[in-house]
């Protein structure tokens, strides 16, 4: 069965510092795709990786993806506050159809 | 806005009833995907259909059904409801499979 972890689950954090997000996952992947969640709305599309050694970047959040490790991280530079939201992680195979599994989610507070 | 719209946005019933979720997806996507969200489960997939058949199960339980129609939109009937039904429930689409999925704003379904 499909696993996957995120550390932190929680996190705050002070404007202009720097993080990083982790996702682990148990089994090959074929996509890992990074969410955000405001609380009490819905799951915008932040990143897709592809591929080992991926990386891509918007403004100040930076995915990266390494396969042999089955390791994604999310680099936060710089937080600001409009960056407080839950960050979630989700995997997708062939073998489990397309659907996505979840990590947790990492909340992050990004505080003055 | 993701293009994927649900109705209702809230729905508040009693234990042992049965309500419908609706979701329309965007337009030029052939898949859509139910997840459900909760404070103890997280995000859970449910199932996925794909151009009008059914694709992949998750845990959806036997009380729970979907179909999707031939104009594409999709719903979910959830029956015999139980306190433990209560929760977000996401529809989610995309162009196919393995593609990025994007998520409607949810349906809260609380049972009383």
């Known amino acids: 069965e499909l696993k996957v972890e995120q550390n932190p689950l929680f996190l705050s954090m002070q404007e202009g510092k720097n993080y990083t997000i982790y996702c682990n996952y148990s089994?090959?992947?074929?996509?890992l795709y990074w969410y955000r969640q405001d609380p009490g709305k819905s799951l915008e599309s932040l990143f897709v990786?592809?591929?080992?050694?991926a990386v891509k970047q918007e403004g100040r959040l930076m995915a990266s993806l390494d396969t042999k490790a089955r390791l994604s991280t999310l680099h936060i530079t710089a937080a600001v506050h409009d960056l407080s939201a839950t960050y979630f992680c989700?995997?997708?195979?062939?073998?489990?159809?397309?659907?996505?599994?979840f990590g947790e989610g990492t909340q992050l507070t990004v505080n003055p | 806005d993701s293009g994927v719209t649900q109705t209702p946005k809230h729905l508040i019933t009693a234990t042992g009833q049965r309500v419908t979720l609706r979701c329309s997806p965007r337009s030029g996507d052939l898949s859509v995907y139910w997840y459900q969200q909760s404070l103890d489960q997280g995000l859970q997939f449910l199932i996925q259909?794909?151009?009008?058949?059914?694709?992949a199960k998750g845990n959806i339980l036997e009380r729970f059904s979907a179909q999707q129609f031939p104009d594409l939109h999709s719903e979910l009937n959830l029956s015999s409801l139980e306190l433990g039904d209560s929760a977000l429930y996401f529809c989610?689409?995309?162009?196919?499979?393995?593609?990025?999925?994007?998520f409607g704003p949810g349906t809260r379904l609380l049972v009383l």
């Open positions: 990786l592809l591929s080992n050694g």
């Open positions: 259909y794909y151009n009008g058949e059914e694709r």
């Open positions: 989610a689409s995309s162009v196919g499979p393995s593609e990025t999925q994007y």
């Open positions: 989700a995997v997708d195979t062939e073998t489990s159809g397309s659907r996505l599994t």
């Open positions: 089994t090959t992947s074929d996509r």
